[in-house]
């Protein structure tokens, strides 16, 4: 499997996939963001049996084009070949959220067509503001979708569409006006850790740790389907819809860790496949340290003790609480967190890195930025970043409770899941 790098090269062929849902219009569809990049990717076909489209972390990781321009890479014999092309015939159309339109892939977090996508690109970037000349509730079809932009706007964000995704920088003319206030070169480590700090607020960062702030992806919001009457079924479809989606996030995100990008492909590859699950309880649990008895899976989406009981997710429920407590014991903040996650990304227990100098001084870097930052604003508890480290240990045993609870889920076989995600559970049993 290409996952666990190797590079076997099968041939073409269309992967037919039981677990991964098809997409519907009416329910909310499935989707997934795209990152923090307004790149697109179209809906791939396989090349040696792994997925090269959306669902591909190495597309993510941006080692790889569209589906499209692989076909148009591959050896005619291939794309000529009347099974491919019957097989590609065969695969089910997705539809546009927006407007109904043929998706042509995951656009700033949803599946969309070109002209919506377009159409919502231009909007963030040209900072425009839309009046409905009737009551805000116009139909948006593929062919009323220009009749009213407000309507189109309000679905685009109602739907799921991140402002996040759009690239300012993008805008003619705007590299100066929308500058970061912090550059950095995300292939070099060394050049984080400096003398130089900025202060945002009262807490005073070194470069890595207002970075990683920066970096930072945008929260998600729950889209339950409503054709699934089942409501325990429904939360359980509706949690594996928004873990696959945070996996795409972080996918993108840890292009923009520092150091990250300065490791060979297959070292990426192997702490992603190491930490993704630790990186995503880490960020429920943060966000869930200001709830009582709750977990936050997103800003709309909470779990409680009944609900979980009733979904089979009980024993998950009450590990997570345990860490959920220690965190809050902690006072754990936003930048610790950030860094934190960074430190679990780059915390790899794998036995296939390649370069593992390499890695060992991405993690020397990062808990030299963490120890940096607790000296500038926990000066009072000279322990304070030797005790997060602590917890390391304890987030990755809850992130494998987790990744055991939805190897049961899948064999269960009652809710969907999509190819990436049980790509990454494979790869972690």
């Known amino acids: 499997m290409y ?83 019957c097989a590609l015939r065969s695969v089910p159309k997705r539809l546009c959220l927006v407007c109904g339109d043929t998706a042509s892939g995951y656009h700033y977090g949803v599946a969309s067509c070109e002209a919506c996508k377009a159409f919502f690109k231009r909007t963030i970037q040209g900072n425009i503001e839309y009046s409905c000349p009737v009551v805000n509730d116009c139909e948006i079809t ?4 220009k009749s009213c932009q407000a309507c189109r706007f309000r679905k685009c964000l109602n739907v799921g569409m991140m402002k996040e995704g759009v690239r ?36 005073t960062m070194n470069k890595v740790v207002s970075h990683l702030i920066l970096v930072e992806p945008g929260d998600i919001f729950a889209t339950p389907d409503p054709s699934v009457l089942d409501n325990d079924l429904r939360t359980l479809t509706t949690l594996c819809e928004l873990i696959n989606r945070k996996l795409l996030m972080t996918i993108g995100w840890a292009k923009h860790v520092p150091g990250f990008s300065a490791l060979s492909l297959a070292d990426q590859m192997a702490l992603l496949q190491s930490a993704w699950m630790e990186i995503l309880v880490l960020g429920i649990v943060f966000r869930s340290v200001t709830l009582s008895e709750e977990l936050a899976v997103a800003e709309n989406f909470l779990l409680g003790r009944e609900q979980c009981r009733s979904t089979g997710l009980l024993h998950l429920y009450n590990v997570l609480l345990q ?34 100098e390499a890695v060992l001084s991405l993690q020397d870097h990062l808990h030299e930025a963490l120890q940096d930052y607790e000296r500038e604003n926990h000066g009072e508890d000279n322990h304070r970043s030797g005790k997060l480290l602590m917890t390391l240990p304890l987030l990755r045993q809850t992130a494998n409770e987790a990744v055991r609870t939805f190897c049961q889920i899948r064999l269960e076989g009652r809710i969907p899941m999509h190819k990436l995600f049980l790509e990454m559970l494979e790869a972690k049993m």
């Open 3 to 85: 996952l666990c790098g190797l590079s076997q090269s099968l041939g073409l062929q269309v992967k037919a996939e039981p677990y991964s849902p098809t997409f519907q219009m009416d329910t909310g569809g499935y989707f997934s963001p795209g990152g923090l990049s307004d790149t697109s990717s179209s809906y791939g076909v396989s090349v040696g049996g792994q997925s090269q489209g959306l669902d591909s972390p190495t597309a993510l990781l941006g080692y790889s084009d569209s589906g499209d321009k692989m076909l148009a890479d591959s050896p005619p014999s291939l794309v000529e070949d009347p099974t491919i092309q």
């Open 142 to 145: 593929k062919r009323r979708r």
């Open 168 to 203: 300012l920088d993008r805008v003619r003319g705007g590299r100066q006006k929308y500058r970061r206030p912090v550059e950095v070169d995300t292939a070099d480590p060394c050049s984080y850790i400096t003398s130089h700090h900025s202060v945002l607020g009262k807490k």
């Open 323 to 356: 860490l959920v407590k220690k965190y809050k014991k902690t006072r754990l903040d936003k930048e610790e967190y950030v860094t934190l996650k960074a430190m679990a990304l780059a915390n790899s227990d794998s036995t296939s890195i390649e370069n593992m």
